[in-house]
């Protein structure tokens, strides 16, 4: 009896042990990194990428801003010899954006499907992210508008990490993505967290 007592105490600490030193992180948890350069680019031409490129210029990182890159881009920096190892996608559709650079939504759309392909052609990371809240989301577009949510779908599924403002993910949309197609994700809640998120995603 006491033996079975003992085995019963083990087998009890086992199953407890991660509960006392903390749950085994989840892949949205562990820590990710990637690589550079870094190719930044929209999704619908709202101005959320432009944080990316203020961030990615106070920390020094080796990228590219270029808001209506294509598969072509990615295909002549490889033939440079020193090819993208990165591709952030920023998700979310600015109608202003788009008249100003004469595009639709579906432009955009077929634009990064291409340019994804090659990405994954390549070996490049892919790097779906959303960073400007419920502002850039359907909640926040005029009456009928559902360019944000597209333009959501066309990235997001796709990456092999999220990068997300809390506060963008109110509904638990990102959630869904990541579990739903096993993707890490990345959550900050105010804009200046994101420097500390890119310098430890993109830190050898």
């Known amino acids: 009896m ?3 007592a003992r085995l019963t105490a083990v087998i009890a600490a086992i199953i407890l042990l991660p509960l006392i030193l903390g749950a085994a992180p989840t892949p949205a948890a562990q820590q990710q990194k990637a690589g550079l350069p870094v190719l930044v680019t929209s999704c619908g031409q709202s101005p ?11 920390l020094g990182l080796d990228h590219v801003y270029n808001l209506q890159a294509t598969a072509a881009d990615l295909a002549a ?3 440079s010899g020193a090819p993208f190892k990165s591709l952030v996608i920023v998700t979310g559709a600015s109608l202003k954006g788009m008249g100003a650079a004469g595009v639709s939504i579906s432009d955009e759309i077929a634009r990064i499907k291409g340019l994804i392909a090659e990405a994954r052609k390549q070996n490049i990371r892919i790097i779906g992210a959303h960073i400007e809240g419920m502002a850039r989301r359907a909640q ?14 066309a990235v997001c599924p796709q990456a092999s990490l999220l ?10 949309r990102f959630t869904t993505i990541s579990k739903d197609r096993n993707i890490p994700i990345i959550s900050f809640e105010k804009n200046l967290d994101l420097e500390t998120v890119l310098k430890d995603l993109f830190s050898k």
């Open 2 to 4: 006491k033996s079975r």
């Open 48 to 58: 959320g990428p432009v944080r990316f490129q203020l961030f990615f210029k106070k």
């Open 77 to 79: 920096k490889a033939k």
């Open 140 to 153: 926040g577009a005029a009456e009928g508008d559902n360019s944000d949510e597209l333009s959501i779908d």
């Open 163 to 172: 990068i997300v403002k809390k506060e963008g993910n109110e509904d638990g």
